[in-house]
């Protein structure tokens, strides 16, 4: 089992609708999740982060955290064309030094 | 104002060469670190150093060196580069090892003739 999974997609939406993009981690003791978007030729850029189970919410986005499910999601609500990128999920795991995991990333396109 | 800097930005050099990229971030923070992207676009940390001290060190070939002058520059030395290692290269850094990489550098892609 990989350590982070994503659906690699490619996702399509149409312009204004919600998007959603999910991700599993294997390391019961990971405590930290992160998402990331990045855009064809360009370095990642962190969109948010979840510590606690629930939801966070900043801006058009939420994410979304279940650690007794080991998922983390992460919800574009009205999306624009201007989100169409790959979507990294990425973990901490404190059992090994806190280094980072990321998912293979999941490839969103927001059609207009 | 750069918040973390790579240079150079491509890198395109022969089988068996000894190369650098250089890293340096404005930021003040603790944790900087080396990864690789390949071709099919997964991340994989290579390594991640706190206040100039390696803490992690991934399954790398020894051919690949960091090294650390001060905790605001982390440059990655590759000895006898190999077809494989043609990827791009991210520098990153954050606050705290528990941050996890807040900041990216532009990224060096490296071709390995």
């Known amino acids: 089992q990989k350590e982070v999974e994503q659906n690699s997609g490619p996702l399509s939406v149409p312009e204004g609708a919600i998007a959603s993009l999910n991700c599993t981690y294997s390391?019961?003791?990971?405590?930290?999740f992160f998402w990331y978007r990045q855009y064809s030729g360009k370095s990642p850029e962190l969109i948010m982060f979840i510590y606690s189970n629930g939801d966070k919410e900043d801006g058009r986005f939420t994410a979304q955290l279940n650690k007794a499910s080991q998922y983390v999601s992460l919800l574009i609500r009205d999306s624009q064309p201007s989100d169409s990128a790959t979507y990294l999920c990425?973990?901490?795991?404190?059992?090994?030094?806190?280094?980072?995991?990321f998912g293979a990333g999941t490839r969103l396109t927001v059609k207009p | 104002d750069t918040a973390v800097s790579q240079t150079p930005k491509y890198l395109v050099t022969q089988m068996g060469n000894d190369k650098s990229i250089k890293c340096e971030q404005n930021l003040g923070h603790d944790t900087m670190y080396w990864y690789k992207q390949d071709s099919k676009k997964f991340l994989k940390i290579m390594f991640s150093?706190?206040?100039?001290?390696?803490?992690i060190n991934e399954t790398v070939p020894n051919r690949f060196s960091p090294k650390s002058p001060d905790k605001a520059h982390l440059n990655l030395h590759i000895n006898s580069l190999e077809l494989g290692d043609s990827a791009v290269y991210f520098c990153?850094?954050?606050?705290?090892?528990?941050?996890?990489?807040?900041?990216f550098g532009p990224g060096t892609r490296l071709t390995v003739l």
């Open positions: 990153a850094s954050s606050q705290d090892g528990l941050a996890g990489p807040g900041f």
């Open positions: 390391d019961r003791g990971s405590q930290s």
């Open positions: 150093y706190n206040n100039k001290e390696l803490i």
């Open positions: 990425a973990v901490i795991r404190p059992r090994y030094n806190n280094d980072m995991r």
